[in-house]
């Protein structure tokens, strides 16, 4: 079955450490898409990405960076800038503007 | 810039009706809805686009006043598996979506 997988489910992170986010898509689409949610708020953009090797800033890059080397993969990477890390973390893909967009299941992220 | 939604939560009786609605101040290209439970991912439920027709899935459906940049999402007769967050989409440059704060839905027996 086509979709996306996010991973890991539940990841914490130690006090100066980087750590990545996977998310992975078989769908063949081409917009990639990372978002933040803090409870009981909305969905807020990281960064997204409309093709191989090109991606923009969103709402809230900062203390973020991405890499979009492969059409499948989209990972996230938080750094150690970012000093509210904690929250839910869900990937998304698309087939372009227009279409819907199909998310993971999220990764929680959480400071030791 | 964030779409506005209202009502920010709505609590319904089964078999009541709701409608939630979305403004932006942007011109906009498409409008999504989606739902979201506790702990989960959100799910699509349809999408507008400018220029498109009203959509509906079931007892869910939507419009879009393009003039206003508007859009309203309308659940007939709910049911208790309606409740949740429903968050609407914006796209007003062709290449993302930026989303409501979103309208908590609880329908009780």
Known sequence: DGGITQSPKYLFRKEGQNVTLSCEQNLNHDAMYWYRQDPGQGLRLIYYSQIVNDFQKGDIAEGYSVSREKKESFPLTVTSAQKNPTAFYLCASSGGAGQPQHFGDGTRLSIL | ?109
């Open chain 2, 1 to 109: 810039q964030q779409p506005v939604q209202s009502p920010q939560a709505v609590i319904l009786r089964e078999g009541e009706d709701a409608v939630i609605n979305c403004s932006s101040s942007k011109a906009l290209y498409s409008v999504h809805w989606y739902r979201q439970k506790h702990g989960e991912a959100p799910v699509f439920l349809m999408i507008l686009l400018k220029g498109g027709e009203q959509k509906g899935h079931e007892k869910i459906s939507a419009s879009f006043n393009e003039k206003k940049q508007q859009s309203s999402l309308y659940l007939t007769a709910s049911q208790l598996s309606y409740s949740g967050t429903y968050f609407c989409g914006t796209d007003s440059s062709y290449d993302k979506v930026i989303f409501g704060p979103g309208t908590s839905l609880s329908v009780i027996p």
